[in-house]
């Protein structure tokens, strides 16, 4: 089928991968952005939007910083090269409604506004407040990418159980609570991104207690989740949340008492990624399911109706 110029339509396969490629990719640049904090390297390119004030590109008395620093931002346009790719596919996806499209231009806008914000933390000397916000933006992406999969592909009827959605929700909820104190943990802790730039002042062993504690609610939530909807199709999507709390956990309690090995700290970052893209599914898929009350209602109407 093409839309009257020649062009072939994309397929529901077609967009759902690059659907999923936004995923990857905004995940990958948390991964790429993490590197360029752990190994020292946030002011590698002292300056935004060039390099130095003279030039675009790092010059060899920046060393292999200014390089580490100059290939994350490279990887920003490969990451715009894909969501502007996704956003193509979508618009010209015959089965798109507005709202999908609206979903796709505001995923393909965040990634430049993501940009800037990653300029603002050069600029001000990698303040810790604002590396969090960057940090959380880049969440926000793979969640509406998530959410992009989800919508695309079609979330399925599922009858969940009453008040099932509240509780998922109130359990994204403190996912994302997790996540936010997880980024003031890092900002009071050694990771600054370079030897000169400042910290946020609070007591870094008291908020990774903080932190802790909340992650101690997620994951009692989270049980509980897996208990309500243990007799339906999403319990095992409940139950992979679950793991990756549990294994998130304990990459965070391994890497507190080893002393925040850059490897670890780094595959912390992916699983934070990797628990708002779970969260974000079972909560969409939830949302979209129906209640047997729900569906006992409209089996009666229909009945009436004939």
């Known amino acids: 089928m093409n839309n009257g110029l020649g062009l072939r339509r994309p397929t529901d396969t077609s967009v759902e991968r690059w659907a999923w490629a936004a995923v990857v990719a905004n995940t990958v640049i948390i991964l790429t952005g993490g590197l360029v904090r752990l190994t020292g390297s946030g002011l590698g390119c002292p300056t935004w939007p060039k390099c130095t004030d003279e030039s675009f590109v790092p010059h060899r008395e920046l060393g292999a910083h200014g390089v580490i620093e100059f290939g994350n931002r490279l990887l920003t346009y490969v990451l715009i090269v894909v969501v502007v790719a996704t956003l193509v596919a979508v618009w010209r996806w015959s089965g ?18 993501q940009g800037v914000i990653g300029g603002i933390t050069v600029l001000t000397d990698l303040n810790p407040w604002i590396v969090s916000l960057h940090l959380l933006l880049s969440l926000m992406l793979v969640a509406a990418s998530v ?9 399925a009827t599922q009858t969940v159980p009453p008040r099932a959605a509240a509780l998922v929700l109130a359990t994204y909820a403190v996912l994302w609570v997790v996540v936010y104190l997880g980024t003031i943990v890092t900002g009071s802790g050694p990771h600054a991104g370079d ?47 679950l793991v990756a709390e549990v294994a998130q956990g304990v990459i ?4 507190y008492f080893t002393d925040l090995p850059i490897a670890l700290v780094a595959t912390h970052l992916v699983g934070a990624a990797v628990l708002i893209a779970v969260g974000t599914r079972l909560l969409v898929e939830v949302l979209s399911s129906r209640t047997e009350a729900e569906l006992s209602t409209t089996r009666r109407e229909a009945s009436s109706i004939r």
């Open 96 to 113: 798109t409604s507005r709202s999908l499209r609206r979903l796709a231009v505001l995923i393909a806008l965040g990634v430049p506004f």
């Open 147 to 155: 959410l992009l999969v989800v919508r695309v592909r079609g979330a």
């Open 195 to 241: 030897d000169n730039a400042p910290r946020n002042g609070l007591d870094p062993a008291f908020m990774s207690h903080v932190h802790a504690w909340v992650v101690y609610g997620l994951v009692l939530l989270t049980v509980a989740v897996c208990f309500v909807l243990r007799r339906t199709p999403l319990a095992r999507l409940a139950v992979w949340l």
């Open 252 to 255: 965070g309690f391994v890497q």
